[in-house]
């Protein structure tokens, strides 16, 4: 459903279950820099009204999923850590096409964020299938469900948006970058680390 070019290794949940404390506080400052992406979108693009809805309600789920994940760390003694730097979705960034016009450039924008929330998506099937912490498996199942609305979303606003710009042959693109960049990914305890 996601056309991801690789698959996750599924020996990553392991890594991930290894270091709850560092996974958990990767996930917080995942949510929330995708909670200020969805609101950056509605700042610069505010004339389009269906999506200013939709995406203050992603904005707003995304910090609901913030709090969430604070909840947990709280609930298990532990401390939310410093925001961890994100390389994968700083690679991501530099992926976007900048030099073309004000649609291509929000249209990529779209697209980025489908992405991320696509690969966050397969990264929470992976923990929700694979971690034996039942409370955190159903916690990422459900965020799973959330997240590949969240790719849904965004795809389908830059198939509608588009004026200039042929979304799926960009699409196709921005998935085959991926699949070659998350090849350097998947040893961490971060959500695309």
Same mark, same amino acid.
């Given at each position: 459903?996601? +056309?991801?070019?690789?698959?996750?290794?599924?020996?990553?949940?392991?890594?991930?279950?290894?270091?709850?404390?560092?996974?958990?506080?990767?996930?917080?400052?995942?949510?929330?820099?995708?909670?200020?992406?969805?609101?950056?979108?509605?700042?610069?693009?505010?004339?389009?009204?269906?999506?200013?809805?939709?995406?203050?309600?992603?904005?707003?789920?995304?910090?609901?999923?913030?709090?969430?994940?604070?909840?947990?760390?709280?609930?298990? +003694?532990?401390?939310?850590? $410093?925001?961890?730097?994100?390389?994968?979705? +700083?690679?991501?960034? $530099?992926?976007? @096409? $900048?030099?073309?016009?004000?649609?291509?450039? &929000?249209?990529?924008?779209?697209?980025?964020?489908?992405?991320?929330?696509?690969?966050?998506?397969?990264? &929470?099937?992976?923990?929700?299938?694979?971690?034996?912490?039942?409370?955190?498996? @159903?916690?990422?199942?459900?965020?799973?469900?959330?997240?590949?609305?969240?790719?849904?979303?965004?795809?389908? &606003?830059?198939?509608?948006?588009?004026?200039?710009?042929?979304?799926?042959?960009?699409? @196709?693109?921005?998935?085959? &970058?991926?699949? @070659?960049?998350?090849?350097?990914? +998947?040893? $961490?305890?971060?959500?695309?680390?």
């Amino acid at each position: 459903m996601l +056309g991801l070019k690789l698959l996750t290794d599924p020996r990553w949940a392991n890594i991930a279950e290894g270091n709850l404390e560092e996974i958990l506080t990767d996930h917080a400052w995942c949510e929330q820099k995708a909670a200020s992406n969805a609101i950056s979108l509605i700042m610069y693009n505010s004339e389009h009204e269906e999506l200013v809805h939709e995406l203050t309600a992603i904005a707003i789920e995304e910090m609901q999923h913030f709090q969430m994940v604070i909840d947990i760390i709280k609930a298990r +003694g532990y401390t939310l850590g $410093k925001e961890r730097k994100d390389d994968y979705v +700083g690679q991501l960034m $530099k992926f976007n @096409k $900048k030099d073309g016009s004000r649609n291509m450039a &929000f249209i990529d924008r779209l697209l980025f964020a489908a992405m991320i929330e696509a690969r966050s998506c397969e990264r &929470f099937r992976v923990l929700s299938q694979r971690i034996k912490d039942e409370e955190l498996a @159903k916690f990422y199942h459900d965020l799973m469900v959330s997240e590949a609305n969240h790719y849904t979303t965004f795809l389908n &606003f830059a198939r509608q948006f588009s004026t200039d710009v042929d979304v799926d042959k960009r699409w @196709k693109e921005w998935l085959d &970058f991926e699949g @070659k960049l998350i090849q350097s990914y +998947g040893t $961490k305890e971060a959500i695309h680390g």
